[in-house]
C-alpha cells in the first residue's frame, strides 16, 4: 500500500551500479528515520563511458521507476549522470511530477572543496563522462571564480573498483592505476582533491596514501546528506518518526552479482535486492543513441 503522507514516502537513490551505495550510507547514518529505495542500472555500467544524451534517457528511465514507488525526492548518486544530466531531469520532474525535487552530486562537493582549499588548487578525479563534461569547472567557478580545478579522467578505475579481476580489490595492479590518476595532481600540488564518482571512496585510504598526508579529500556523501536534510525540511517532507527506517534494493543487472559487492560498498547489511527491468521512458525526447 503506498503511503498516504508524502512524509512516509520514501528517499530515491540511484547510480549505475554499486558506487552510490556510498551516498546511501552516508544518508542512512546521517537521516535514520527515513526510508530508502536504491536503484543499481547495473545492466548498462559504466556510465563514465556513455554519451550525455544516453545518460539523460538513462535518467528519464530510472526516473519513472522510481516515482512509480512513490518516491518524495530523487538523488542522483552518481557523479556522471549529475554532470550530464541533472538539469534535464530537474526540469522534467517538475514538469511531469508536480515537482518532486531531484538533487545531485557535483555542486555540494564543489563548495565544500572550495571551503576547504587554501592554496585555490583544487584536483577532481572522476569518470570520462564527469571530465568532459566541465560541470565541476563551473560548479566551482561559481563558488569562486579564482579557484583553480586540475582534473584527471580515471576510466579504469571505476571499472576495477566494482568488478576487480579475480575478486580482490586491493592488489599491486590497482595500486598501479591509482598512483598513475594522482601523479598530475601530486605534480601540480593541489591541496584539496575531489573524488567526483561514488565508486572511489571505496579506494580512498589508497588514494590519500598516494597524494600525501597534506591533501584533504572530499567526497559527496556528507555534504548530500545536509542538501538532503534542508529539501526534506523546506518542502515539509521529513519523516515524523522517531525510530530507523526502512531500505530496499533495486537493480537493472543479476541481483546476486549486486549483492555479493552492495555491502562492501554500504558497509550495512543488504536486505532483499529485486531485479527490474527498466521501460523506456515517455518523458525521454532525446533519441535513442546508436552505440558502436
Ligand atoms: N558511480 C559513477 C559516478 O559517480 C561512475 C561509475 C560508472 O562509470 O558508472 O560517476
Given at each position: 500500500?503506498?503511503?498516504?503522507?508524502?512524509?512516509?514516502?520514501?528517499?530515491?537513490?540511484?547510480?549505475?551500479?554499486?558506487?552510490?551505495?556510498?551516498?546511501?550510507?552516508?544518508?542512512?547514518?546521517?537521516?535514520?528515520?527515513?526510508?530508502?529505495?536504491?536503484?543499481?542500472?547495473?545492466?548498462?555500467?559504466?556510465?563514465?563511458?556513455?554519451?550525455?544524451?544516453?545518460?539523460?534517457?538513462?535518467?528519464?528511465?530510472?526516473?519513472?521507476?522510481?516515482?512509480?514507488?512513490?518516491?518524495?525526492?530523487?538523488?542522483?548518486?552518481?557523479?556522471?549522470?549529475?554532470?550530464?544530466?541533472?538539469?534535464?531531469?530537474?526540469?522534467?520532474?517538475?514538469?511531469?511530477?508536480?515537482?518532486?525535487?531531484?538533487?545531485?552530486v557535483v555542486r555540494p562537493e564543489a563548495a565544500?572543496?572550495?571551503?576547504?582549499?587554501?592554496?585555490?588548487?583544487?584536483?577532481?578525479?572522476?569518470?570520462?563522462?564527469?571530465?568532459?563534461?566541465?560541470?565541476?569547472?563551473?560548479?566551482?567557478?561559481?563558488?569562486?571564480?579564482?579557484?583553480?580545478?586540475?582534473?584527471?579522467?580515471?576510466?579504469?578505475?571505476?571499472?576495477?573498483?566494482?568488478?576487480?579481476?579475480?575478486?580482490?580489490?586491493?592488489t599491486r595492479e590497482l595500486e598501479d592505476v591509482v598512483r598513475g590518476y594522482c601523479a598530475p595532481l601530486v605534480e601540480a600540488g593541489v591541496d584539496t582533491v575531489i573524488l567526483g564518482c561514488t565508486h572511489y571512496p571505496l579506494v580512498r585510504p589508497m588514494i590519500q596514501r598516494m597524494l600525501g598526508r597534506h591533501a584533504t579529500i572530499v567526497t559527496s556523501g556528507a555534504a548530500l546528506a545536509r542538501q538532503v536534510e534542508h529539501v526534506l525540511g523546506s518542502r515539509d517532507l521529513a519523516s515524523g518518526r522517531a525510530g530507523e527506517g526502512t531500505y530496499s534494493f533495486l537493480c537493472t543487472g543479476d541481483a546476486g552479482a549486486f549483492r555479493a559487492l552492495g555491502t562492501r560498498f554500504l558497509q550495512m547489511p543488504l536486505t532483499e535486492v529485486e531485479h527490474v527491468d527498466l521501460a523506456p521512458s515517455p518523458n525521454a525526447e532525446v533519441p535513442a543513441w546508436p552505440r558502436p
Open positions: 500500500m503506498p503511503a498516504a503522507d508524502p512524509r512516509d514516502r520514501p528517499i530515491a537513490v540511484f547510480d549505475s551500479g554499486v558506487g552510490g551505495l556510498t551516498v546511501l550510507h552516508e544518508l542512512l547514518v546521517s537521516l535514520p528515520q527515513e526510508d530508502y529505495v536504491y536503484l543499481g542500472d547495473s545492466a548498462r555500467f559504466p556510465y563514465g563511458e556513455r554519451t550525455p544524451e544516453e545518460l539523460e534517457r538513462f535518467g528519464m528511465d530510472i526516473a519513472d521507476e522510481l516515482i512509480a514507488r512513490r518516491a518524495k525526492l530523487l538523488v542522483v548518486a552518481c557523479n556522471s549522470m549529475t554532470s550530464a544530466a541533472l538539469p534535464a531531469l530537474q526540469r522534467r520532474m517538475l514538469e511531469t511530477t508536480l515537482g518532486i525535487d531531484v538533487i545531485g565544500q572543496a572550495v571551503a576547504v582549499t587554501r592554496s585555490g588548487r583544487i584536483g577532481l578525479l572522476a569518470t570520462r563522462a564527469t571530465v568532459a563534461s566541465g560541470a565541476y569547472e563551473r560548479a566551482v567557478a561559481a563558488v569562486d571564480p579564482h579557484v583553480d580545478l586540475l582534473a584527471v579522467a580515471c576510466p579504469d578505475l571505476a571499472p576495477l573498483v566494482q568488478d576487480p579481476p579475480g575478486g580482490d580489490l586491493f
